[in-house]
């Protein structure tokens, strides 16, 4: 039982030290609705189609459609191609047709194409020719124009 030449008990092997619990990331969560405007410079020349949860902002020239919950085409911005969204601010050009609830021209605009709307507002000297069409719902597919003989 008890000896006075008994060797005390080694220590307990040490242990591996606990793992920290792994952290996962969080949940994403959508975008902002409200972040900055995604900006094309003047000196960017895209071809193809661009689409925009969010604002967007043309000072260069873009050679398609473009889809935004908000369009600004700033006094260097060109689109040559259909243009949806919510509201579209024009300064520089459009050619091509403008489906959006609420349309400004500002001066020193042009526009060559349709444009349905909700709301139009045209400053002077802004330049726009083609055919301007009041609709409830101007971004609502529109039906192809069946083709003439």
């Not at 043309?58 to 509201?87: F, P």
Request: charged share 25%; with cysteine; aromatic share 2%.
């Amino acid at each position: 039982m008890f000896t006075k030449g008994k060797t005390p008990e080694a220590p307990p092997p040490p242990q591996a030290a606990p793992k920290p619990p792994v952290l996962q990331d969080p949940p994403r969560r959508a975008p902002a609705a409200r972040s900055g405007p995604s900006i094309i410079s003047a000196d960017v020349k895209i071809t193809g189609r661009i689409v925009s949860q969010g604002e967007l902002d043309i000072n260069g020239q873009i050679d398609g459609d473009v889809r935004a919950s908000a369009l600004t085409v700033g006094e260097t911005g060109a689109v040559k191609g259909e243009v949806v969204a919510e509201s579209v601010v024009v300064r520089g050009t459009i050619e091509g047709r403008i489906r959006a609830r609420k349309v400004q021209l500002c001066t020193g605009a042009k526009v060559r194409g349709d444009i349905i709307h909700a709301s139009l507002a045209i400053e002077p000297n802004a330049i726009f020719e083609g055919a301007v069409k009041h609709a409830q719902d101007p971004m609502a597919e529109q039906p192809a124009a069946p083709p003439t003989a």
